[in-house]
């Protein structure tokens, strides 16, 4: 069987990245140590959707990714911290989603993000993609 599926006009889109810290904590000889970690928050909006996620490295890490090479960027990111909304209705937390990362340029990198809600055991099923640019320069030293 072989379906196509109409791609949806999103009004007033908005992508909005912010610099955000969390404390990171670990036992070392029996203590405590926590540590600051700086990172960045992603949120996409528009009228009727958002999607926001948010990475658990440091956000420098991002500077180990090789040039003009594709990443899976799930690694990076915070598990059940991932959410899609949809106006009037209930979030989904941690859809399934396939999420890359690319590096170019210098510190250029482009974002895709391929989402199912399926498998959530939803009354109402979605699938999309967004797609983010940013330049790593605009955060590093916020």
């Given at each position: 069987m072989f379906k196509v599926g109409k791609i949806k006009q999103v009004l007033n889109e908005k992508v909005t990245i912010k610099p955000v810290e969390y404390e990171k904590a670990?036992?070392?000889?029996g203590k405590s140590k926590y540590e600051t970690?700086?990172?960045l928050?992603?949120?996409i909006t528009s009228d009727?959707?958002?999607?926001?996620?948010m990475m658990n490295k440091e956000l420098t890490s991002l500077l180990d990714i090789p040039m003009n090479e594709q990443v899976d960027f799930n690694e990076y990111l915070f598990t059940g911290?991932?959410?899609?909304?949809?106006?009037d209705k209930p979030s989904y937390m941690d859809p399934n989603m396939e999420i890359t990362i690319y590096r170019y340029l210098e510190n250029s990198y482009e974002i895709t993000v391929h989402f199912d809600t399926s498998e959530l055991n939803s009354t109402i099923d979605f699938?999309?993609?967004?797609?983010?640019?940013?330049?790593?320069?605009?955060?590093?030293?916020?």
């Open positions: 670990h036992f070392e000889d970690i700086k990172t928050a992603f949120k009727n959707y958002s999607f926001e996620f911290e991932t959410f899609f909304n949809v106006k699938s999309g993609f967004l797609q983010v640019s940013f330049d790593l320069n605009d955060y590093l030293n916020k």
